[in-house]
């Protein structure tokens, strides 16, 4: 093993990395079988399937940024998964409602999402589950922590 795998093997954020990029390419393979994106899949999930959801709360739902959010909005418009309507009483608001495909795809999207997670906690028993958690709460306040210091000692 070379010295960087030695060390980036017992790094927290390298495992977070190459899990997160082992998730993606599974669920963008599985995507493309259906005309469709892992961005796209989390957007439909973000989406109530009954009311719709409000433009405006679907971004920090997925913990993205709400521009980028503008072109996934915009081709699953064009695909046809989702459409846009204004609420009746706030003009303002506007709401992201599925159409029969959108529900479509969300169903297997749903399925996808839960089939990994079966696969994943199985190999887990509670002990370890719980710690995962557990340490995965940390991540959060860390971040916040590193963002505050980097702000406060520059990026060294």
């Not at 493309?32 to 999930?45: G, K, N, P, Q």
């Not at 995965?136 to 963002?147: D, L, N, R, S, V």
């Amino acid at each position: 093993m070379d010295e960087f795998l030695k060390i980036a093997d017992q790094m927290v954020i390298y495992k977070l990395r190459t899990g997160w990029l082992q998730i993606s390419k599974l669920y963008n393979e599985m995507a493309i079988e259906h005309d469709t994106s892992v961005s796209m899949a989390f957007v439909l999930l973000a989406i109530n399937e009954e009311e719709g959801t409000p433009v405006t709360k679907i971004a920090p739902r997925m913990g993205m940024e709400p521009n980028s959010l503008s072109r996934i909005l915009k081709s699953m418009e064009e695909k046809e998964f989702i459409y846009r309507k204004r609420d009746t009483t706030d003009k303002r608001m506007a709401y992201v409602c599925l159409t029969e495909k959108g529900k479509e795809k969300r169903e297997v999207a749903i399925r996808a999402v839960f089939r990994l997670e079966k696969a994943i906690v199985g190999q887990l028993d509670e002990k370890k589950l719980a710690a995962f958690f557990e340490v995965a709460g940390y991540i959060p306040g860390a971040i916040e922590e590193f963002k505050d210091n980097t702000k406060t000692y520059g990026t060294s």
